[in-house]
């Protein structure tokens, strides 16, 4: 069982960054593929990004492309999401995950998450 806690939501104006983070409690952290994904109010859950084991890989959706950036730090059990040029179309819950097994952009493709965290981005 992982637990994953995500921290660094908040309220920005348009134009401007947040850093996401995602602290596991796994010891084995190396072994999980990491996602983003978000939900805004009404809408279903979208993928946002994914990094692989080693940090060596990673791949965004079209909309975020370019403005995040996905990384993590095995030695400290954390996966970042660094948002900048926020859009107010960004706003939504967003949420980490974990998986064993490459799951890509499907959110079904991962067996943990975390609680999730609210970005607010103001025009």
């Known amino acids: 069982q992982v637990h994953l806690v995500e921290s660094g939501g908040g309220l920005v104006q348009a134009g401007g960054s947040l850093r996401l983070s995602c602290a596991a409690s796994e010891r084995t952290f190396s072994n999980y593929i990491m996602g983003w994904f978000r939900q805004a109010p009404g809408k279903e859950r979208d993928f946002v990004a994914a990094?692989?084991?080693?940090?060596?890989?990673?791949f965004y959706a079209d909309s975020v492309k370019g403005r995040f950036t996905i990384s993590r730090d095995n030695a400290r059990n954390t996966v970042y999401l660094q948002m900048n040029s926020l859009k107010p179309e960004d706003t939504a819950v967003y949420y980490c995950?974990?998986?064993?097994?490459?799951?890509?952009?499907?959110?079904?493709?991962?067996?943990?998450w975390g609680q999730g965290t609210q970005v607010t981005v103001s025009s």
């Open positions: 995950a974990a998986d064993r097994s490459p799951a890509g952009r499907l959110s079904t493709g991962y067996a943990y």
């Open positions: 990094i692989s084991r080693s940090g060596g890989t990673t």
